[in-house]
């Protein structure tokens, strides 16, 4: 009995020396990027295919120029990024025709693609124009976090929508995202309340953000999936409630519509790269 307690003393030790090492080194990373001057990155850029020009892309900061931004982080999908694309810039261009007033853009980020993901952007900047559609190259592979954020700070929407190249969300349902964001916004801001808002006040002005969720559909999420896909999303769930506390479920998708004012805190201040960045803000209580 004395060697069992022994053993189970033994392995506490050694898990609270992991995990306060695993904490040390994050915060030692965490310094070192925020003072660190090679942290300091260069001004993104967007190619024109037709001039073959290499032009600055706005920042998050700027005054928003259009209505709505589609992000859509891209890594080797040469493939599935064209059937996506294709159902985009139809709905877009449809709601603009009966709506002169709605104004969009969609960013393609190419995340150091190895196939032919950059030429297929490319053929749908030429195709819409570099006003429309622009697509921006980070070059060598940095994560669909880092593709995400690169879009939010250098898009130019009031509106902001991250979405996948995949097309597995209708992009015809951001428009649930969108009314969700205005009703928020007239409640608890009096936008459009024409004795107490300001005329010139707009909806990129409030920090709203509205996320698409799939917390109806888990069941079914769980008999198409591969097992081993399960195995992992349940081990990562496992570590969510050892290390944040029980009641938080993962049940957002790469669905999510910010106000321009949301975005500017939100992704100025991510420090993940990778997909977890992308999911940081995806559990609802």
């Keep these: 009995m004395a060697f069992l307690l022994m053993m189970v003393e033994f392995l506490a030790a050694l898990v609270l020396i992991v995990l306060f090492g695993l904490v040390s080194v994050t915060v030692f990373k965490a310094y070192r990027r925020r003072h660190n001057n090679a942290h300091v990155e260069a001004p993104a850029i967007f190619e024109d295919p037709k001039s073959l020009k290499q032009v600055p892309c706005p920042y998050i900061f700027d005054p928003a120029e259009k209505y709505l931004s589609l992000i859509i982080p891209a890594f080797n999908e040469e493939h599935r990024l064209p059937g996506a694309l294709d159902e985009t810039m139809n709905y877009l261009q449809q709601r603009a025709a009966k709506d002169k007033s ?3 853009e969609v960013l393609i980020v190419d995340d150091g693609s190895r196939d032919g993901t950059k030429r297929v952007a490319f053929g749908f900047v030429k195709k819409y124009g570099v006003d429309n559609v622009r697509a921006i190259l980070l070059g060598r592979n940095h994560g669909k976090g880092e593709a995400i954020r690169k879009g939010m700070l250098h898009s130019r929407g009031e509106l902001l929508l991250m979405l996948d190249a995949d097309g597995a969300t209708k992009v015809t349902d951001l428009e649930k995202l969108e009314n969700q964001i205005h009703a928020v916004a007239r409640k608890g801001y009096h ?25 109806h559909l ?12 399960n195995f992992l999303m349940k081990g990562f769930h496992l570590v969510v ?6 009641g938080i479920r993962d049940t957002q998708c790469g669905f999510k519509m910010f106000t321009r004012s ?24």
């Design 102 to 104: 709605f104004s969009y």
């Design 191 to 215: 936008c459009g309340d024409s004795e107490t808002s300001d005329t010139s006040f707009r909806i990129s002005d409030i920090p709203i953000v509205a996320f698409g969720s799939r917390a």
């Design 218 to 229: 888990e069941e079914k999420a769980l008999a198409t999936r591969k097992w081993y896909r």
């Design 241 to 246: 409630v050892l290390t944040a506390g029980p």
């Design 262 to 285: 949301a975005a500017r805190k939100l992704f100025t201040n991510i420090r993940l790269k990778r997909f977890a960045s992308s999911d940081t803000c995806s559990f609802a209580h």
